[in-house]
């Protein structure tokens, strides 16, 4: 019973899942359907990703929940019940996204782009290091 206790992701329905392959990649949902144990049927209304078997090794179960949720609900009824529990924009605040977020920023940046963000994080170093330097100065 104490192995039980450890798992924090359990797959169930309302459980939102991140999906990492296919066309809809990147992209969360929500389960609203166990097929078998190694798919379920995830729909999600409010992220444009169609209703869809897909395979657990295709998703990511994420923390979060949709609580009180039928069993194999409508796309409308589910994104009422997403609306009304603010899933989205509580995936959008965990670091979890944000680093998605980042990571697709930075792969999507030019060569100017890397230039000018290197040039300003020399800057930053720069006024850092001149500050730093005046407090010793002050300790001294």
């Known amino acids: 019973m104490s192995q039980m206790g450890s798992f924090k992701r359990l797959v169930e329905v309302g459980r939102v899942v991140l ?7 990147g992209q969360i949902a929500t389960i609203v359907d166990i097929v078998d144990h190694n798919r ?3 729909d999600g209304p409010t992220t444009s990703v169609a209703r869809q078997q897909i395979s657990f090794k295709d998703v990511v179960l994420t923390d979060l929940v949709v609580k009180r949720l039928p069993r194999d609900v409508s796309g409308k009824v589910l994104a009422k019940y997403l609306e009304k529990q603010q899933v989205v924009e509580a995936w959008q ?5 944000k680093k998605l977020e980042a990571r697709k920023r930075r ?3 030019t060569d100017f782009d ?3 963000l290197m040039r300003l994080r020399k800057q930053q170093r720069s006024v850092v290091d001149r500050q730093v330097a005046l407090l010793k100065k002050e300790r001294a």
Not at 93 to 97: D, I, L, P, R, V
């Open 40 to 42: 379920a049927i995830i």
């Open 114 to 116: 890397r230039f000018k």
């Open 93 to 97: 605040k965990t670091a979890w996204a």
């Open 19 to 25: 999906i990492t392959r296919g066309s809809d990649a």
């Open 107 to 109: 792969a999507n940046m």
